[in-house]
């Protein structure tokens, strides 16, 4: 399972003694860390350490081209109620199992996929679907669907993409049932696709939740083991070599069925977070310590404390700016382990429960061997969870490489 | 030098060799058509600040540049033997040939011995690999011959030191066993990049004189890498002067060191503080090396050269390379009309015989007689303890950093504290500022009538003291907060304690800035945008805005490169004379340290072994250690040869020895009488402001 990891291990070189010999000479290429030269820097001399940050992320293509597809992701789980083409619960005992069913385009037609129909083997009673490509069924974007709540606030029944029933009404080839599934249906007829779109609002938001979580102890438990040393420091670093010795998965097993089954979709959801985030903060507070400690030899926060500022002072100015930064990209490096826990725990069932939609919940049904050979669309829900979990890692990667603007330059 | 028409064959000729970076600020010339040659069995010497091309060039010879760089042009002859000669400049990458170049024909030292060796395989294992990567001998013969090596470079016992992990050796150990695996092979070229810098004078004294035995006995070429025309001098048998990616000056060292030809030359000569007579101001270099993706137009040092005319130095390309005797070339215009300012030459440190004159002496003791110290040291100790790393945490041993140290500071003096790394002067420095809470002793602040212990004061009563005493740090990269702009960083002691805000503050922090040499508009940028020299000024504006009474500066000019550091040096004195500071100057650079103190204390082992006036140190040295320091340093002067006879490394702090800690090194230790434990020699007074603490002064006095 999941552990922080230090990003920042082998990239920050040893401390010198001597700032001559941490010149050019023992690198093989000389220029890495070349001064800027103080007349044509100007520009780049008034700007601030998170302009420098944002200038050298910029540089970092694939980091940029994640940072759109989260922003996508996190868009579409937020306003999930109109990017859905159903709502997650509704069914349609006809299209129980359905394959996914592709949007096509031709000039006659416009933007439509084929109907399907299930028919059953007269042999083996086995349903299956046949296209039958006569019957036309329009899609569109901004159509009326279902009427939902939004934000449970108000009606509307407006959604982003789904079937065009008004050109359905004045088509002459169109079947009597119009239904459009993405990504296929379940077991009980259920859009898989609107349901990969509401399970994201649920899990993508756990990961940031648990982070959060996460973080306060982290930063606080790690921040007084730095700062305060001695005894204190001695103390906490055992706690979190023993916390980090449980094997993590039976912990999570073991935390998360103390949940009573009958607690409340709510609160089984905020203790799902809880679970991941007990757990997960050793890590984050072992990088806070360290960077405190390393930080506070810094001969900038010495001189400081010769100037005589005063504990406040030297740690709010000072130390913590000096690591924000890479607690970022910590923070960003391990939302995709959070995402995963949550996913794994509900898989196996420990984690949340339907009704509630999930990534997890809904690759419960790829449980059976026997349904993922017959219905593989089922496992469709990995797809997003994949995406999300690269696409943290690679803004991760590209936070790290930006996070140091005074590193090797 | 031998006679010209006995030209000994060179072994390498490289020729108008270019590499250049390709990278996103553009096309760095790092090295920008450099010729030169090199004999066999002599040193060449290239010399020049960093970022002039050096190491590229020494890189380039062995083809270990890495993208983005590149060798784009010229030829690197190397005579492999007598029928085989090879351009490495054109050999394959991957070759078998350029394999066998590489450690076979020329090998390498680096300047950092601590990361060069790797921490995982044995001392025996690395250097029996050398030897069986180009020679074809059974492994018992390999390690066979590393013994013999290892033994051949002074380290002693080879057989057990083979079994041993580079953790397990000093420093200067480790540089030995470099050396060793450089040529074990016997090749016929030795790059040394630095071969001495991270390490201390007296060591770097011993290291010197091993490559020039070995390189006498197996006639091997060397080729020496450096920026200290000190090592040069004691060297090289040429020398060659890189600016900007290009060689400006060439020519034997004697020549080129006693009548330098190119104003870049001078000035580097010029900013070395040793050779110019106390009290009197560098002649430094003013500014700093561009940036390659800058080169000046012209001659690219004319904007920094004294000598240098309009419409003719800054105007067309660069200026060649024009011969001006055998073997002699500089690439200057106006090489034949200038001559180098009346070479003022202080005597040499040691040899100096005629004692100070007596008047001066007396005014500045008559000046300081009545007046009371600012600073009184008394019985200063830190001790670090070491613990154990299990649960218990026992402590078990001690590191003794500074023990019994005490002295007294008169306003408006320069104290210097000089020692080899480990001899505590950087501790004391701190726990006098308490950085560090002091273990014993005390710390007598004297001002306006009033004492202070310092070494007593709560966190809150320091804070008040704090704006009396400043300090100026070692590393200018690291001294500043990258994320505050220079403004922020000055001013902000004065937000500290309160004692300017909004416009005040800023026309405080302009007038400081202006004060050291820097522009009011750079308040709003980030340190990043500052070279070495310029962040070591924003430092010391820090230090200067709350007008203290005592600043200590910390090895504040060691990490510069030499023309900035004559420029810090300057600024430093200007500033003691019109802000009428007093200094403690920390520093392991003699030659600084006597340009610029008053009295020095040399420091050993956590002790002081001597105090004395700069003169008469620097004159009449009583203490064999403060003898051996002086000894060590490699004069800028060939015909001052390096007086070596100190061999060892320094103490270990954690485990001194007993007695006098400097008895294992000392030429003059008698056993039974310097090694007693539990009695170390007592500071004796030898002379009004000079003292030693050495049981065999009388003995030991000019042997």
């Not at chain 2, 008040?464 to 070692?474: E, K, S, V």
């Not at chain 2, 522009?519 to 310029?534: D, I, L, M, N, W």
């Not at chain 2, 040096?569 to 003691?576: K, R």
Request: some cysteine.
């Amino acid at each position: 399972m999941q552990r922080f990891r230090n990003p920042f291990q082998k990239k920050r070189p040893a401390p010198r003694v001597r700032a001559r010999q941490a010149s050019p000479l023992h690198s093989r290429n000389p220029f890495r860390k070349k001064q800027p030269d103080p007349g044509a820097g100007a520009a780049i001399g008034e700007l601030s350490q998170w302009q420098l940050i944002f200038l050298r992320f910029r540089k970092h293509r694939l980091a940029v081209f994640s940072f759109f597809i989260l922003v996508v992701l996190y868009l579409s789980a937020i306003f999930c109620e109109f990017f859905s083409p159903y709502n997650p619960g509704s069914r349609n005992l006809d299209y129980m199992h359905a394959p996914p069913m592709l949007p096509k385009f031709n000039f006659q037609n416009g933007l439509h996929t084929d109907a399907i129909r299930m028919e059953q083997d007269p042999a083996t009673f086995r349903h299956h679907f046949v296209r039958s490509p006569d019957e036309v069924i329009p899609l569109g974007f901004f159509v009326r669907g279902e009427p939902y709540r939004f934000w449970g606030l108000f009606e509307c029944d407006w959604r982003f993409f789904g079937v065009n029933h008004r050109a359905l009404a004045r088509s002459s080839a169109a079947p009597d049932a119009a239904v459009f599934y993405f990504m296929g249906a379940d077991k009980y007829g259920r859009d898989i696709f609107s349901r990969v779109i509401y399970g994201g609002r649920i899990s993508l938001s756990i990961g940031i939740l648990a982070i959060a979580i996460t973080s306060i102890l982290g930063i606080i438990i790690g921040g007084i083991s730095g700062y305060v040393g001695g005894a204190v420091d001695e103390f906490i670093q055992r706690s979190i070599e023993v916390i980090s010795a449980f094997p993590q998965l039976p912990l999570w097993l073991a935390l998360a069925a103390i949940m009573p089954a009958d607690w409340p979709l709510v609160a089984v959801y905020l203790g799902i977070t809880l679970v991941l985030s007990l757990l997960g903060w050793t890590g984050l507070a072992r990088v806070v310590r360290g960077k405190i400690l390393s930080l506070r030899e810094e001969e900038y926060a010495v001189a400081a404390r010769l100037l005589g500022a005063g504990h406040g002072r030297v740690l709010f100015r000072h130390l913590i700016p000096g690591f924000t930064s890479h607690i970022i990209v910590v923070l960003t490096l391990s939302i995709p382990g959070m995402i995963l826990g949550e996913t794994a725990l509900s898989f196996l069932g420990l984690g949340l429960r339907p009704p509630v939609v999930s990534w997890g919940v809904m690759l419960q049904d790829a449980m059976h061997l026997q349904a993922v050979a017959n219905y593989p669309w089922i496992l469709l829900p990995v797809i997003p969870i994949i995406v999300a979990v690269l696409a943290f890692n690679f803004l991760g990667d590209g936070l790290r490489d930006a996070a140091d603007p005074y590193g090797g330059h | 030098m031998g006679d010209i028409n006995t030209m000994p064959e060179s072994i390498l000729n490289v020729s108008d060799l270019k590499t250049h970076f390709h990278t996103e600020e553009g096309l760095i010339p790092a090295v920008d058509g450099v010729t030169f040659s090199v004999s066999k069995g002599k040193t060449l010497a290239i010399v020049g600040e960093s970022g002039c091309g050096k190491s590229v060039t020494a890189y380039s010879l062995l083809r270990l540049i890495q993208a983005p760089g590149k060798i784009v042009g010229g030829q690197i002859k190397l005579k492999i033997d007598d029928e085989l000669t090879v351009d490495i400049a054109e050999l394959r990458e991957k070759s078998d040939l350029l394999y066998h170049v590489r450690g076979g024909v020329i090998s390498m030292i680096f300047q950092e011995p601590m990361t060069a060796l790797s921490p995982v395989h044995t001392v025996g294992n690395q250097v029996c690999e050398a030897i069986l990567t180009h020679n074809e001998v059974s492994p018992e013969e390999a390690e066979k011959q590393a013994v013999d090596m290892l033994r051949r470079v002074g380290i002693p016992g080879p057989e057990k030191r083979l079994k041993q992990y580079p953790f397990e050796f000093s420093g200067g150990m480790r540089q030995r066993v470099m050396i060793a695996m450089a040529l074990v092979c016997k090749p016929k070229l030795l790059i040394a990049d630095e071969p001495t810098t991270a390490l201390d004078v007296t060591v770097q004294a011993q290291i010197l004189k091993l490559i020039k035995d070995l390189q006498a006995e197996m006639e091997t070429s060397v080729l020496l890498i450096t920026h200290d025309l000190g090592v040069v001098a004691q060297t090289a048998d040429d020398v060659a002067v890189m600016y900007l990616g290009r060689i400006v000056e060439q020519g034997p060292v004697r020549e080129v060191l006693k009548n330098p030809r190119h104003p870049y030359t001078m000035g580097l000569l010029d900013s070395l503080p040793s050779i110019n007579a106390r009290a009197e101001r560098l002649r430094a270099i003013t500014g700093s090396v561009p940036s390659l993706t800058q080169i000046p137009a012209g001659c690219p040092f004319h904007p920094r050269c004294p000598y240098a005319v309009g419409g003719v130095c800054d105007v067309g390309h660069r200026p060649d390379l024009t011969e001006l005797g055998p073997g002699r070339v500089v690439a200057c215009v106006r090489a034949e009309e200038i001559t180098r300012e009346q070479p003022v030459r202080a005597k040499p440190a040691i040899q100096s015989e005629n004692p100070l004159p007596s008047e001066v002496k007396e005014t500045e003791n008559g000046d300081k007689a009545p007046v009371q110290p600012l600073l009184s040291v008394r019985n200063l100790c830190k001790h670090f303890p070491i613990r154990s790393k299990g649960l218990l945490k026992r402590q078990v041993a001690t590191v003794r950093a500074v023990q019994d140290l005490s002295f007294d500071l008169y306003p408006g003096e320069t104290l210097g504290i000089v020692g080899e790394s480990g001899s505590g002067k950087t501790t004391a420095a701190r726990t006098i500022l308490r950085a560090i809470d002091p273990t014993a002793g005390q710390i007598l602040f004297h001002r306006d009538g009033h004492t202070v212990d310092l070494a007593t004061q709560s966190a809150k009563e320091l804070k008040g003291l704090r704006t009396r005493m400043q300090m100026i740090f070692q590393d200018p990269f690291s001294s500043l907060n990258p994320r505050m702009t220079v403004g922020d960083i000055i001013g902000e002691p004065l937000r500290i304690h309160g004692l300017a805000e909004g416009d005040e503050l800023k026309s405080r922090v302009e007038t400081v800035l202006a004060r050291v040499g820097l522009k009011p508009e750079h308040r709003v940028r980030y340190p990043h945008a500052f070279s070495g020299g310029q962040r070591q000024r924003i430092g010391i504006a820090r230090a200067l805005i709350m007008n203290p009474d005592l600043i200590i500066a910390d090895e504040a000019v060691s990490a510069l490169d030499v023309s900035v550091q004559a420029q810090v040096i300057n600024l430093l004195e200007d500033l003691q004379e019109e802000f009428n500071l007093t200094y403690i100057f920390v520093a392991h650079d003699l030659s600084v340290i006597r340009h610029i103190c008053d009295r020095i204390v040399v420091m050993y082992g956590g002790k002081v072994v001597e105090i004395a006036e700069t003169e008469t140190l620097f004159a009449r040295p009583r203490h064999p250690y403060t003898q051996s320091l002086l000894a060590a340093i490699p004069h800028p002067d060939p015909d001052t040869p390096l007086a070596y006879n100190i061999s060892g490394e320094v103490a270990d702090p954690s485990a001194l020895p007993p007695g006098c800690s400097f008895h294992p090194r000392c030429p003059h230790a008698k056993a039974g009488l310097c090694d007693i434990a539990g009695k170390p020699p007592p500071l004796q007074n030898l002379a009004p402001n000079h003292q030693a603490a050495c049981v065999r002064l009388e003995e030991s006095y000019r042997i």
